[in-house]
């Protein structure tokens, strides 16, 4: 978030009660959370069937998505949640290393909820 313009966040937190705009930041990052999980599930070749609840089945939709349109075209899993460093550059922890496409890649899950 520290390179990401957040006009359009604070914008959105102004239209609605902090109250709500809680509430929904957590089920958002709720949602993110599962489908993460439901994604490295995916790529260890662990069964992925989701729960009952609601966030589980939004969570489990989106994670569908991003394997169609992404994680089909990846050919070799070099690690998951791998943690990145380049001295005075950038640090952090990315959620996919591998072949993607037929090329070296770094991946990242992002997910958008409307």
Do not use: C
């Not at 990052?29 to 069937?49: C, F, P, Q, W, Y």
């Not at 070099?78 to 005075?88: F, M, Q, T």
């Amino acid at each position: 978030s520290v390179t990401n313009d957040m006009t359009h966040l604070h914008a959105w937190r102004k239209r609605i009660s902090a109250e709500q705009s809680q509430q929904l930041t957590t089920e958002s990052a709720n949602i993110g959370t599962v489908m993460h999980n439901s994604l490295e599930k995916h790529v260890k070749g662990i069964d992925r069937t989701p729960g009952s609840n609601l966030i589980q089945q939004k969570a489990w939709g989106m994670a569908n998505v991003i394997i169609e349109n992404g994680l089909n075209d990846v050919s070799e899993v070099w690690g998951s949640e791998v943690s990145l460093y380049y001295p005075e550059l950038y640090a952090g922890t990315t959620d996919l290393v591998g072949v993607y496409k037929g090329k070296p890649a770094i991946m990242y899950f992002k997910q958008e909820r409307r």
